[in-house]
């Protein structure tokens, strides 16, 4: 293929209008070790982005960062033309960013409806703040219905359901917030067909919405190409491709890799010559 | 019925899962009467312990007749529940949370010890208690916060905080048995309350259970609890301040310890510097574990920690009417422990295989 042995596109496959987060040259140092060297990277209003890469390119760190949960040591983050900074979890939640994490954020021991309301809990007044578990229970069953997330009972223990409707109940929460911006970090990992078939439906559906952007992680290319609008892959550090996913197939994705590995080797061999 | 429940019946098995019951759940109507009173022990944790401890209460009143159904014969095995439920109910909080206050069973001791003092040098009584409790809770807060800031393990925590606490109160009282409480023996309305009606504590304890169990099941704070010890980072996450939680849970515990410590010294009148809170807090944790509680965390009932407790003093009372040692009584509260903690995690591995689909 002729697309393999050219350089990058020259113009990346912006989308129209002002994207809802633009990363510029975001850098981020774990001691000595510099994780994210420089990632340049923008999410259209409605789009969803894959990203890829190998363990410790550094797709996780760049989440935790956009979440908050990292603070980047230099580059910017820009919202709908503003650039922000996050210092907590919940700077970047009160700017609209919502994040599913790899390790699954629900507590077992409680109901689907107390996870799904945890953090954001509907009580009733008085110090003692009682909760309103029939009002609970009642909006938690129409908004699981509204998303079309089905579960065998919200009393449930979150203990008692799959992989699959776990992971459909910790994305859920994080969309009721109704965020400008949802990260998914690794949402299928560990999850049979069926299961992930659950959440990929449940992820197109919100996508197709058009109110929310989304980042999507996962090292499945079947997945992301059926998800993703825009594919964008990390390696060392870096975003070395971008591409729209109806302009290229998994083939030209993957020769594109391996072209680029094979350029950074060059890069490291020539500087030690 | 809620509404829903009825029409989850009317969808059929085949069709896309709409809001089904849970197989085991007491809510679900299309059960067999055996699953259902399976599902009553799993959910209901408490009816475990409350079923046994009827039983040994009916075999004791069998074996001992009006001996042990008298009302001296009830207080005395009240006074032994008293202390170790008043020390448990709090402990479960923290049990919960997955960590452990080893110093409860010594602020339960240490509490009269500083309104003691306190009235001693001068201070009106009711400020005298005010400040004992305030203290109390600073413990508690000291305890949290060295847990929660510095990484201290909480079983060493308090390990270190029951020691310093013991020392304290050896080193103030000289070695000399405080005597008289204040409020002790009388006559009023106040004094009885406070702790010279012979029931008075075990009913303190029993409103503590209330309050306590109310607040674990039907508030934010103690969704929080559950949340924190049931999945810390994934309450974290969720926004949960665990850090906070988790030093509110230490001081309430040391709270209600310390409230009940002085309801127990006006009850008996005098405090005796060489009694060992440790001692306490092994029967308290006893009793929590006989009442359902995991020290796993995310899981744990109040009202069952307050049965076990009332157990223990059933086993206690009832053993040495019978004219059964002292000694004995050791052997029959571990292995009720064992066989409480066994079928604790039985039931967990059965809720947690009930899955549907």
């Known amino acids: 293929m002729s697309a393999a042995a050219e350089p990058l596109p020259p113009e990346p496959p912006v989308p129209a209008g002002t994207p809802v987060l633009e990363v510029r040259s975001v850098t981020k ?22 990203l890829v890469g190998d363990n410790g390119a550094g797709k996780s760190t760049l989440v935790k960062i956009l979440s908050g949960f990292h603070q980047q040591d230099g580059g910017d983050i820009v919202l709908g033309g503003e650039r922000v900074s996050f ?40 110090p003692l703040r009682f909760l309103d578990k029939g009002a609970m229970r ?21 203990e008692q359901l799959s992989g699959g409707q776990r992971q459909a109940i910790a994305v859920a929460r994080a969309v009721r917030a109704s965020p400008k911006i949802l990260l998914l970090d690794e949402p299928l990992s560990a999850m049979g067909a069926r299961e992930s078939r659950l959440i990929i439906n449940l992820v197109k559906d919100l996508a197709s919405s058009g109110r929310v952007s989304i980042i999507v992680i996962d090292h499945n290319y079947a997945h992301l190409f059926e998800l993703c609008d825009r594919i964008n892959v990390m390696q060392g550090g870096r975003i070395t491709i971008d591409q729209r996913v109806h302009e290229t197939s998994m083939e030209e994705l993957t020769e594109l890799m391996v072209s680029s590995y094979r350029r950074q080797l060059e890069e490291v061999q020539n500087a030690g010559a | 019925m809620p509404p829903d429940a009825a029409t989850s019946a009317a969808v059929p098995e085949a069709s896309p899962p709409g809001q089904q019951q ?30 046994i401890t009827i039983g040994v209460f009916l075999y004791f009143t069998i074996r001992a007749g009006s001996n042990f159904t008298d009302s001296l014969s009830l207080s005395s ?41 306190m009235h001693n040098d001068g201070l009106p009584l009711a400020v005298a208690i005010l400040i004992a409790l305030l203290v109390v809770c600073m413990v508690g807060a000291v305890n949290g916060l060295i847990t929660v800031r510095l990484n201290v393990p909480s079983f060493v925590t308090t390990l270190a905080t ?61 969704t929080r609890i559950i949340a924190t010890g049931g999945n810390l980072v994934g309450a974290a996450e969720a ?119």
């Open chain 1, 87 to 126: 210092h907590s979890v919940a700077a970047a939640r009160s700017h609209g960013i919502e994040t599913v994490y790899q390790d699954l954020a629900l507590i077992p021991q409680l109901s689907v409806y107390q996870n799904l309301f945890l953090g954001h809990e509907v009580t009733r007044l008085g």
């Open chain 2, 162 to 222: 029951n020691f310093i606490l013991y020392g304290l109160v050896l080193v103030e009282s000289n070695d000399q048995q405080g005597s008289p409480i204040p409020l002790s023996g009388q006559t009023g309305f106040i004094s009885q309350l406070m702790g010279s009606w012979k029931w008075a504590e075990i009913l303190w304890v029993l409103a503590i259970t209330i309050f306590l169990s109310v607040m674990l099941t039907r508030t934010r704070f103690g």
């Open chain 2, 77 to 117: 095995a009240a006074g032994y529940a008293g202390p170790i439920g008043a020390i448990a109910i709090g402990e479960v909080l923290l049990l919960v949370l997955a960590e452990i206050d080893l110093s409860v069973g010594q602020v339960f001791l240490f509490c009269p010890w500083m309104m003691y003092w």
């Open chain 2, 22 to 51: 849970d197989p085991l759940s007491p809510r679900n109507p299309n059960l067999s009467t055996g699953r259902r009173i399976l599902g009553l022990f799993l959910y209901q944790r408490e009816l475990t312990p409350v079923v």
């Open chain 1, 138 to 158: 009642k909006l938690a069953r129409q908004y699981l219905d509204d998303i079309h997330v089905y579960v065998p009972s919200i009393e449930a223990e979150a």
């Open chain 1, 29 to 50: 140092s774990f001691g000595a070790i510099g994780v994210l060297r420089g990632i340049d990277l923008v999410l259209g209003q409605g789009e969803v982005l894959g």
């Open chain 2, 239 to 357: 926004g949960v301040p665990i850090r906070r939680v988790k030093v509110w849970a230490f001081v309430l515990c040391s709270f209600f310890a310390g409230l009940v410590g002085i309801v127990d010294s006006v009850k008996y009148g005098t405090l005796d510097p060489g009694n060992f809170g440790v001692d306490y807090i092994l029967y308290a944790v006893g009793a929590c574990v006989i009442g359902g509680t995991a020290l796993t965390g995310g899981r744990g009932t109040i009202v069952g920690a307050f049965i076990g407790a009332i157990l223990i003093g059933v086993l206690e009372d009832g053993l040495t009417l019978i004219g059964v040692s002292t000694n004995d009584f050791f052997i029959y509260v571990g292995v009720v422990i064992i066989f409480a903690m066994a079928l604790n995690v039985q039931f967990d591995r059965l809720i947690a295989r009930s899955r549907v689909r």
